[in-house]
């Protein structure tokens, strides 16, 4: 624009306008300001904008392994809030909708354990926020668990022998899907499947006897779990194979005899001969431990094998060490101290006789159910031979004789303030190269109010060489120590021999 062809007429025309447009301008800007004023204004200035709740939401993950319709079900279980003018500082967790606790994490892992056939379990997760308001339309889920069926076995390994006295022993595991604890009951049949009776369910051991409905001759025990939920397992039988029984023989004695010899080597026939010699008229019950490889041996010793032997009143215990090639047959040491110190302090009377195992020489523990002190180690009879004799150092005891060769025998000592008291001892014999200075003891006896034990470091059968020393023996360990013999002693046995006889 040329500015100098404008002359003051020509630019007051423009000046006027321009001061018009401002004045324009800043009206436009006053209504703007007075119409933002005016709104920021309008809400009531009387009372607090309303506080709004939290609310909740919930999801579910399966835990690795787990089934939803499992009897008993593990859940990883996730919940998170929001406050729409605020946060959330907690959660409120309840499984009934009464009672409730808090927690400020944000999920949790739960077990579902069944309690019927099938159960139902449902869960409510509130919000909480920093005002200390909760929702209250807490988030819910429900979820439904279907039972499962227990389960039982015998416990492998421990099957009962072929042939027992009416004493045994069953041990068995349970186990269910839905938790160990649902199973609320065992139930037990003796020979059929419509008898049964019921164990509880914490127990997963139990004693069979007479009373309980064992029969003499050939039986079967059936058992089955109870869940909590009234579901029963598949019925197990022992034995196990179904073409096969357990043969229960009866008590007819009230004298057992268990013998711990080899079954060669005429050893047995030995131990046999020996007692029909000296206890031809006294009636006793035999468990041979030797035979059926051993099979006869109950496996579980404490309760059934002490049981068996508290059956009776007397119990005499014969073993022997015998080599056969390369091989010590020895007797059943372990086995007799699992089982001998509970049936002496049940009040049994016991008579045990045995050679030393073929072991490292180890003190009186090795005898525990003894009040022997140690074993003696500085003298080995190296040879007992056919014709030596024992003497007895207790006029009540005859001399005995041997009636087979002995090699290694090895006595014992007992304490000085002992209870017990010596039997049988070989004097230093000066003739032989060995034990010149030291007497060997060989039998002894405990010396309670009523003689419970009468122990023997020799085998007794290979004592035989006179027959009624023998049998003056066995009658004062019997009638005199032990105490048998009474009326209804005498009565028992000789009905038993009777019937044996005829």
């Known amino acids: 624009m040329n500015l100098s062809v404008l002359s003051g007429k020509n630019i007051y025309p423009i000046l006027l306008f321009l001061i018009r447009m401002l004045k324009y301008f800043y009206t436009f800007i006053f209504l703007i300001a007075g119409f933002i004023f005016i709104n920021s204004c309008s809400d009531p200035i009387v009372g607090n904008k309303e506080h709004l709740p939290p609310n909740t939401y919930m999801s579910i993950f399966s835990m690795p392994g787990s089934r939803l319709l499992q009897g008993k079900t593990v859940k990883k279980i996730s919940w998170w809030g929001d406050s729409p003018n605020g946060f959330v500082v907690g959660f409120k967790i309840s499984f009934d909708s009464l009672n409730w606790g808090f927690t400020t994490q944000n999920d949790s892992t739960f077990v579902f354990s069944i309690s019927g056939q099938d159960s139902t379990f449902r869960i409510w997760v509130a919000s909480v926020d920093d005002k200390g308001t909760i929702d209250p339309s807490p988030a819910s889920n429900r979820y439904t668990i279907q039972n499962s069926a227990p389960s039982m076995i015998f416990d492998p390994g421990l099957e009962l022998p072929d042939t027992i006295f009416p004493i045994a022993t069953l041990k068995w595991t349970g186990t269910d899907p839905d938790g160990d604890n649902t199973i609320i009951n065992y139930w037990y049949s003796l020979n059929d499947t419509s008898h049964f009776r019921p164990v509880p369910g914490r127990v997963n051991i139990m004693t069979l006897t007479k009373d309980s409905g064992l029969v003499a001759g050939n039986n079967a025990v059936y058992m089955k779990a109870q869940d909590i939920a009234h579901t029963f397992s598949p019925i197990v039988r022992m034995p196990v194979d179904s073409t096969k029984f357990f043969y ?76 056969t090639g390369n091989t010590y047959d020895d007797p059943n040491i372990s086995l007799a101290q699992y089982s001998l110190p509970y049936y002496l ?150 009905r038993k021999i009777f019937l044996k006889n005829n």
């Open 248 to 323: 229960v023989k009866n008590v007819s004695a009230k004298i057992l005899l268990i013998k711990d010899v080899p079954t060669v080597n005429h050893e047995l026939d030995s131990l046999n001969n020996y007692f029909a010699a000296v206890m031809d008229t006294v009636h006793y019950d035999v468990l041979d431990i030797k035979s059926n490889n051993g099979n006869l041996i109950p496996k579980i010793i404490n309760p059934m094998f002490v049981e068996t032997l508290k059956l009776y009143k007397i119990v005499y215990w014969i073993g022997y060490r015998s080599l």
């Open 345 to 494: 302090n049940a009040g049994g009377k016991l008579f045990w006789s045995s050679g030393f195992p073929n072991i490292p020489i180890v003190q009186g523990s090795l005898f525990n159910f003894t009040k022997i002190d140690s074993i003696k180690t500085t003298c080995v009879t190296q040879y007992n031979l056919v014709g030596d004799t024992l003497f007895s150092v207790d006029n009540s005891y005859p001399a005995l004789i041997f009636s087979s060769r002995l090699s290694q025998t090895r006595g014992f000592y007992i304490p000085n303030n002992s209870e017990g008291k010596t039997l049988y001892e070989t004097f230093p014999d000066t003739t032989r190269p060995y034990c010149f200075y030291d007497s060997t003891l060989f039998g002894f006896k405990s010396l309670q109010k009523n003689t419970n034990l009468v122990f023997f470091l020799l085998p007794i059968h290979h004592l035989n060489g006179d027959v009624n020393a023998s049998k003056s023996f066995m009658k004062q360990v019997l009638y005199n120590d032990f105490g048998y013999g009474n009326i209804s002693d005498i009565i028992i046995n000789y």
